[in-house]
Nanobody, 124 residues
Framework: QVQLVESGGGSVQPGGSLRLSCAVSGFTLDDYAIGWFRQAPGKEREGVSY???????YYADSVKGRFTISRDNAKNTVYLQMNSLKPEDTGVYYCAAVRTVKSSWWHPRAYDYWGQGTQVTVSS
Protein backbone atom coordinates (compact mmCIF):
# COMPACT_ATOMS: atom_id res chain seq x y z
CA GLN A 1 0.00 0.00 0.00
CA VAL A 2 1.47 3.31 -1.10
CA GLN A 3 1.64 5.93 1.63
CA LEU A 4 3.10 9.39 1.91
CA VAL A 5 3.07 10.99 5.34
CA GLU A 6 4.03 14.63 5.87
CA SER A 7 5.22 15.96 9.21
CA GLY A 8 7.02 18.97 10.64
CA GLY A 9 4.39 21.62 10.13
CA GLY A 10 3.50 24.13 12.81
CA SER A 11 3.18 27.79 13.68
CA VAL A 12 6.12 30.15 13.41
CA GLN A 13 6.73 33.87 13.33
CA PRO A 14 7.82 35.62 10.14
CA GLY A 15 11.50 35.00 9.54
CA GLY A 16 11.37 31.62 11.24
CA SER A 17 12.17 28.19 9.89
CA LEU A 18 10.56 24.79 9.61
CA ARG A 19 11.65 21.50 8.13
CA LEU A 20 8.97 19.35 6.58
CA SER A 21 9.42 15.63 6.06
CA CYS A 22 7.66 13.34 3.63
CA ALA A 23 8.02 9.69 4.63
CA VAL A 24 7.06 7.23 1.93
CA SER A 25 6.22 3.54 2.04
CA GLY A 26 4.84 0.94 -0.33
CA PHE A 27 7.23 1.83 -3.13
CA THR A 28 10.93 2.39 -3.75
CA LEU A 29 11.66 6.07 -3.32
CA ASP A 30 14.75 5.78 -5.57
CA ASP A 31 12.50 5.38 -8.60
CA TYR A 32 10.18 8.29 -7.93
CA ALA A 33 10.11 12.04 -8.25
CA ILE A 34 8.63 13.98 -5.35
CA GLY A 35 6.88 17.31 -5.45
CA TRP A 36 5.94 19.61 -2.59
CA PHE A 37 2.74 21.60 -2.95
CA ARG A 38 0.84 24.00 -0.76
CA GLN A 39 -2.69 25.23 -0.62
CA ALA A 40 -3.89 28.34 1.16
CA PRO A 41 -7.56 28.81 2.06
CA GLY A 42 -9.56 29.79 -1.00
CA LYS A 43 -6.62 29.28 -3.34
CA GLU A 44 -5.57 26.58 -5.74
CA ARG A 45 -2.90 24.06 -4.85
CA GLU A 46 0.45 25.31 -6.11
CA GLY A 47 3.77 23.64 -6.73
CA VAL A 48 6.53 24.69 -4.34
CA SER A 49 9.45 22.44 -5.17
CA TYR A 50 10.40 19.25 -6.97
CA UNK A 51 13.17 16.69 -6.87
CA UNK A 52 13.53 13.95 -9.42
CA UNK A 53 14.93 10.47 -8.90
CA UNK A 54 18.17 11.84 -10.38
CA UNK A 55 18.16 14.85 -8.04
CA UNK A 56 17.06 17.39 -10.62
CA UNK A 57 15.57 20.19 -8.53
CA TYR A 58 13.13 23.00 -9.23
CA TYR A 59 11.61 25.70 -7.07
CA ALA A 60 8.74 28.08 -7.48
CA ASP A 61 10.00 31.64 -7.90
CA SER A 62 8.26 32.63 -4.66
CA VAL A 63 10.45 30.32 -2.57
CA LYS A 64 13.80 30.39 -4.40
CA GLY A 65 16.65 31.17 -2.06
CA ARG A 66 14.54 30.39 1.02
CA PHE A 67 13.47 26.76 0.62
CA THR A 68 15.68 23.72 0.04
CA ILE A 69 14.45 20.31 -1.04
CA SER A 70 16.46 17.15 -0.45
CA ARG A 71 15.96 13.42 -0.38
CA ASP A 72 17.38 10.52 1.60
CA ASN A 73 16.47 7.37 -0.29
CA ALA A 74 17.92 5.15 2.43
CA LYS A 75 15.40 6.64 4.86
CA ASN A 76 12.59 6.78 2.29
CA THR A 77 12.17 10.43 3.14
CA VAL A 78 12.12 13.73 1.30
CA TYR A 79 12.65 17.00 3.15
CA LEU A 80 11.70 20.61 2.60
CA GLN A 81 13.77 23.05 4.62
CA MET A 82 11.93 26.35 4.81
CA ASN A 83 13.79 29.44 6.01
CA SER A 84 12.88 33.12 6.18
CA LEU A 85 9.23 32.20 6.27
CA LYS A 86 6.66 34.81 5.31
CA PRO A 87 2.94 35.06 6.10
CA GLU A 88 2.21 34.24 2.44
CA ASP A 89 3.86 30.83 2.97
CA THR A 90 0.91 29.85 5.16
CA GLY A 91 -1.07 26.87 3.96
CA VAL A 92 -1.38 23.11 4.00
CA TYR A 93 1.73 21.51 2.55
CA TYR A 94 1.48 18.26 0.64
CA CYS A 95 4.04 15.93 -0.84
CA ALA A 96 3.25 13.93 -3.95
CA ALA A 97 4.99 11.16 -5.89
CA VAL A 98 5.24 10.05 -9.49
CA ARG A 99 7.69 7.84 -11.36
CA THR A 100 8.23 10.34 -14.12
CA VAL A 101 6.66 13.74 -14.58
CA LYS A 102 5.09 13.76 -18.02
CA SER A 103 3.97 17.37 -17.86
CA SER A 104 4.91 20.37 -15.77
CA TRP A 105 6.36 19.53 -12.36
CA TRP A 106 4.25 22.22 -10.72
CA HIS A 107 0.94 20.77 -11.91
CA PRO A 108 -0.89 18.60 -9.36
CA ARG A 109 -2.25 16.36 -12.10
CA ALA A 110 1.29 15.20 -12.89
CA TYR A 111 1.41 13.15 -9.68
CA ASP A 112 -0.06 9.77 -8.80
CA TYR A 113 0.18 9.62 -5.02
CA TRP A 114 -0.45 12.21 -2.33
CA GLY A 115 0.01 12.62 1.38
CA GLN A 116 -2.62 14.00 3.74
CA GLY A 117 -0.88 17.33 4.28
CA THR A 118 0.61 19.25 7.17
CA GLN A 119 -0.38 22.76 8.23
CA VAL A 120 2.15 25.60 8.16
CA THR A 121 1.13 28.90 9.70
CA VAL A 122 3.37 31.96 9.57
CA SER A 123 2.04 34.77 11.70
CA SER A 124 3.18 37.33 14.22
Amino acid sequence: QVQLVESGGGSVQPGGSLRLSCAVSGFTLDDYAIGWFRQAPGKEREGVSYISSRHVIYYADSVKGRFTISRDNAKNTVYLQMNSLKPEDTGVYYCAAVRTVKSSWWHPRAYDYWGQGTQVTVSS
